[in-house]
């Protein structure tokens, strides 16, 4: 919010002094849906977490199998028997949560990493459209209303598919 009011104050102040000002505007948010790049971590992650994701689901069969076994037994079976089942599915059931947390915190993980390089790529390629296309100022998230006529986004995007192509 700061600075969107230190943009605006210094619009003001070109505008004193008449002097011509071109301002883009960038939605971050349409860049992260649309571009290629995005798509293309989603699925490396998919391919490299679905091993552990389908450790886990037959975990949890395991679990669900083993409760199944329990209530199916419990008036049959000795209670040293059942207590055996009971233990079996806690300890798988606590394995489970363990799996879960650890590939939780790698996901966010790599997520994180993924989403700081593809920042750094949209700023780059921000500065350069700016720079060759003699912006005075870029605008991004947090502008209530702008023209059509001052968004770049598609040429953020449009730059962002080319890269990806390489």
Do not use: C, W
């Not at 059931?93 to 939780?104: G, R, S, T």
Request: glycine content about 4%; charged content about 35%; overall charge positive.
């Amino acid at each position: 919010m700061k600075s969107l009011l230190i943009s605006a104050m210094m619009l003001l102040a070109f505008s004193a002094q008449a002097v011509s000002v071109k301002v883009g505007i960038v939605k971050v948010e349409k860049i992260l849906a649309e571009a290629p790049q995005v798509e293309a971590v989603n699925a490396e992650m998919l391919k490299r977490f679905s091993g552990k994701k389908d450790e886990l689901k037959a975990l949890e069969e395991d679990i669900k199998k083993l409760q199944e076994k329990y209530q199916r037994n419990e008036l049959v079976m000795t209670q040293d028997k059942l207590d055996e089942i009971k233990k079996e599915a806690l300890a798988k059931l606590q394995e489970f949560k363990q799996k879960e947390a650890v590939l939780n915190q790698e996901v966010s993980t790599m997520r994180s990493q993924k989403l700081a390089e593809l920042q750094q790529q949209i700023r780059g390629i921000i500065e350069d459209i700016a720079k060759k296309g003699e912006y005075d100022l870029i605008l991004s998230d947090g502008v209530v209303y702008t023209s059509d006529k001052l968004d770049i986004t598609d040429k953020v995007l449009e730059r962002m598919k080319k890269a990806f192509k390489k």
